[in-house]
């Protein structure tokens, strides 16, 4: 059995339900970082996105004995990282700035490219997330799971609790109103 494998996280699962902390612990460090990215483009904040995260991780160690595997155990997590993060958002009235910046950088930029293009992609990557944090919380999880986390609709849908065809109802709305909101932004800009 190679480590990763599907097989090896459902003997880890297994265990965790029978209640060892060291084999939930693994599953924890498998799916963290992804968790916290996803919890980070909700709240938008470092310090919310791991509280947020760490609750998460809380409820479902609360929770495994309960997780039936109906689902893969990541779609699982992520639906309880979704939650706590739209518990959140409902408990704050102000909006806080997302930014895609704050992600580590995986390879180099590419220097070669013209000043004035980079200036482009910049304004653009920041007129996305100005947009996608304007969503509300019911469009903007599709986005961010479908879209910049890249799950699949199926797990996109899983993770939010909906059937696939509420899921791409939800995701094609999100994206005529992201579609918008940019043409706004490029229009008043040109102005």
């Not at 494998?5 to 699962?13: F, W």
């Not at 997780?67 to 409902?90: D, M, P, V």
């Not at 009235?93 to 895609?100: F, G, K, V």
């Amino acid at each position: 059995m190679q480590p990763g494998s599907a097989d090896e996280e459902e003997l880890l699962v297994g265990r965790a339900r029978a209640g060892d902390r060291r084999a939930f612990e693994q599953l924890i460090r498998r799916h963290a970082d992804r968790l916290y990215a996803v919890v980070l483009r909700f709240v938008g904040d470092r310090e919310a996105a791991e509280e947020v995260t760490q609750e998460a991780f809380l409820r479902a160690w609360r929770g495994i004995g309960r997780f039936q595997g109906r689902s893969r155990f990541f779609t699982w997590l992520y639906r309880i990282g979704i939650n706590e993060a739209k518990r959140r958002a409902a408990r704050e009235s102000a909006e806080r700035t997302i930014s895609l910046d704050e992600e580590p950088i995986l390879e180099a930029p590419d220097w070669s490219e013209a000043p004035d293009i980079r200036a482009q992609q910049n304004d653009l990557r920041r007129a996305l997330e100005s947009s996608i944090r304007a969503l509300p919380v019911k469009y903007r999880a599709p986005v961010i799971l479908r879209d910049v986390e890249g799950l699949t609709t199926e797990e996109a849908a899983e993770v939010m609790d909906l059937s696939q065809a509420a899921f791409k109802s939800r995701l094609h709305r999100a994206r005529l109103l992201l579609r918008r909101a940019l043409d706004e932004h490029f229009r008043e800009a040109g102005e």
